[in-house]
């Protein structure tokens, strides 16, 4: 099964299978692992949470609050299957529909996730921080008609005012708030017998030109991820309690926070917030063993390194952005532990490339992911020799399936995933990153497209150019970095700085914001009138 639409499909409603690319689009897809031979039907919550409970037992410890309490695996079961049934029972859910979830991380969150899966619908996870017409946007896409949101995070969701959206919060007041619902609802629930090429999640990311784009992830994808990256490179048990950093709107928060602990029978420690300082704290309270978070955070945690309790410590787990060699040793040198480095793509769902223990080269990204394959092509398409740089090409058991969008055919080229990273593969077969190929600016692990910040600048009265550009930093790898022309009448101070800064934040997700805000006279153009934005990278402007 290569292809979409092999399999009977169990959506009613059938908007995201019909939204998929032509098959002639898709990626080469690769199961040559023998644990990559799934059957033609599966679930993928029943799969993670009912299958590990089947083998494990339901009394094992599967979420933890930060707060001390924690959820069993039987409770997590029991109140997924109850949401499941208000999804079906009260909001009218059928197989297929989209249901958007907002919150920041913690277990009614992961719970509401399983409970999505379950009703054999799709899921739309979104990030707390995102603003009203980001929320628009992503509803207006994903044709979204129900959504589950935290009652704290409900303002934005409402001013989106998106036609027909049905909105249930939890944790709220009233009657009609989800965790008041579950009060009358059966703890059993029997899963949509769901095809394993069935589309289960929808995750967006932004694009080069700031418009967002939809990758489309099926069920069997979901334990690809774990049965690769996660079994063969981070190596989980059961004893395991996972933490980290990135939402689970993020692939890379979904998997190493929900998906790789409840695949393997482990724990996860669910953070609401979770920056540097509070993550590592966390680490010796709770007696966390597997980390994910961002090179930034290992970064900033070496500052006060000797503060934390790190003994319980076994696995540390880096992507988002490069992770430098300088970070890696030290952090080596600090803790006694080895950094998995790795990089990932929401297109992909998570991480293709990486290393462990003894197989680590500090500064290599490391080498294909079992399952996986990977080479560095030419413009034209052809393999470069090892030590040249060219284009990251991959594929694998995941690929890069976009919502009804045109940019499929630059990402998908002859059967490989194209990245739009620049990589020099060694003669040992490690990838060294270089540089992205594009204008996309990861900072601290976020991706973050320039258009879109300058998009948001330009809506100031003041602003009458803007480029926005990404230039290194040594704590967050690259610093959004915006480049003002404002008005005559305007004043070009730190307080002008400023209120540009705090607006951009009032328009799109904060973390985006420019950090570095520069009012100049004029920005570098070349004859034609465009802005020279290797200008602004390279400071000659």
């Known amino acids: 099964m290569t292809r979409g639409g092999a399999t009977a499909s169990a959506h009613a409603d059938t908007f995201t ?4 690319p032509p098959p002639e689009l898709w990626p080469e897809m690769l199961f040559d692992l023998p644990e ?52 079906v029972d009260d909001l009218g859910v059928v197989p297929g529909g989209r249901v958007l979830l907002r919150g920041p991380n913690n277990p009614w969150l992961a719970v509401c996730w399983l409970a999505v899966l379950k009703a ?19 509803c207006e896409m994903a044709r979204v008609g129900v959504a589950l949101c935290d009652a704290r995070f409900l303002e934005d969701l409402v001013a989106a005012e998106v036609d027909g959206l049905q909105i249930t919060t939890y944790g709220g007041e009233g009657s009609d708030d989800l965790l008041a619902r579950l009060t009358t609802k059966p703890t059993s629930y029997d899963a949509v017998d ?70 393997a029978g482990a724990s996860s420690l669910l953070l609401e917030k979770a920056p540097p300082e509070a993550l590592f704290a966390a680490v010796g309270r709770h007696r966390v063993s597997v980390l994910f978070t961002a090179p930034t955070g290992y970064r900033l945690a070496l500052r006060r390194i000797e503060d934390y309790d790190l ?43 990486s290393a462990a223990d003894d197989d680590i080269r500090p500064g290599s990204t490391g080498r294909p992911v079992p399952g996986y394959q990977a080479c560095v092509l030419d413009e034209a398409g052809r393999p470069v020799p090892d030590g040249e740089p060219g284009r990251l090409a991959v594929k694998g058991p995941t690929g890069c399936r976009y919502l009804n969008d045109g940019r499929q055919r630059t990402y998908v080229q002859n059967g490989w995933n ?23 600016i990861i900072s601290a692990g976020y991706n973050i497209a320039g258009p879109e910040v300058e998009g948001a600048l330009m809506r100031h009265p003041g602003v009458e150019e803007c480029a926005v550009v990404g230039l290194p930093d040594p704590d967050r790898g690259m610093v959004v970095t915006a480049f003002v022309v404002v008005g005559p009448t305007v004043p070009r101070t730190e307080e002008t700085a400023k209120e540009l800064q705090d607006f951009v934040k009032s328009q799109i997700a904060p973390y985006k914001y420019p ?14 009138g465009k802005v020279q934005r290797f200008a602004l990278r390279s400071g000659s402007h």
């Open 311 to 353: 003994s319980s410590l076994r696995r540390c787990v880096s992507a988002g952005e490069t992770l430098p060699a300088a970070t890696s040793d030290a952090f080596r040198e600090a803790t006694g532990l080895r950094i998995i480095d790795g990089i990932g793509a929401t297109e992909m769902l998570h991480v293709f490339i």
């Open 194 to 263: 769901t095809a394993a090429d069935d589309v289960c999640l929808l995750a967006f990311t932004s694009g080069t030109t700031g418009q967002s784009k939809a990758t489309m992830h099926v069920h069997r994808d979901v334990l690809a991820i774990a049965d690769t990256f996660s079994a063969h490179i981070v190596k989980p048990e059961p004893s395991d309690v996972f933490a980290g950093s990135p939402p689970l709107a993020f692939t890379f928060g979904l998997g190493g926070l929900v998906i790789f602990p409840l695949r």
């Open 515 to 528: 950090r570095v805000l520069h009012l100049v006279d004029a920005l570098p153009k070349t004859s034609t």
């Open 418 to 440: 194209i990245t739009g990273d620049v990589y020099v593969r060694d003669a040992e077969g490690y990838f060294w990153y270089q540089a992205r190929s594009d204008d996309m």
């Open 36 to 87: 990559l031979h799934y059957p033609e039907r599966l679930n993928c919550a029943v799969m993670l949470l009912d299958r590990t409970i089947e083998r494990l037992g339901p009394d094992r410890p599967c979420f933890l609050d930060g707060t001390g309490t924690t959820w069993s695996y039987g409770e997590v079961r029991a109140r997924a299957d109850a949401i499941a049934h208000v999804l």
């Open 120 to 138: 054999g619908a799709v899921v739309v996870t979104t990030m707390p921080m995102l603003r009203s017409g980001e929320l628009q946007v992503v």
């Open 17 to 20: 299978r019909d939204a998929l």
